[in-house]
């Protein structure tokens, strides 16, 4: 070997630097995960935007629901205390006709 070529050893860190690395590198691992769970979890922000978007679709669908329970009631209201209404349900669906009226039945001819 030529006098200017020295092989070098790894040099030794004292202990303290040694467990001073490895204790900074679990502290950023430990903060990488909590990031990620805070962004991804369950209760991240990506759940904040999901449990957002049901409650929008659930409030929705609760005021449709309202609003068709209003219109239902509204209906038995009607048929227990319309006459004129309760007749026209039974022309409709049972086809029911009064006494004297002529039924008339027309077919398509398709």
């Known amino acids: ?15 303290g630097r040694r467990r001073g690395r490895w204790l ?3 502290l950023l ?3 990488c995960a909590l990031l990620m769970d805070a962004f991804l ?8 935007v ?11 669908g609760l005021a449709r629901l309202t609003m068709e329970n209003a219109g239902l009631r509204e ?4 048929l227990q205390q319309d006459p004129a ?3 026209q349900i039974a022309r409709q669906d049972l086809g029911l ?3 004297g009226e002529i039924l008339v039945v027309v077919k398509d001819l398709k």
Do not use: K, N, W
């Open 75 to 78: 209906q038995a209201r009607r």
């Open 50 to 60: 999901r449990a957002r978007t049901e409650y929008c679709e659930l409030t929705a």
């Open 24 to 26: 900074g590198r679990a």
């Open 29 to 31: 691992f430990a903060a």
């Open 97 to 99: 006709i009064r006494p």
């Open 1 to 15: 070997m030529p006098p200017h070529a020295t092989l070098e050893t790894p040099r030794q860190l004292p202990s």
């Open 85 to 87: 209404m309760i007749e």
């Open 41 to 48: 979890g369950d209760r991240g922000l990506v759940g904040l």
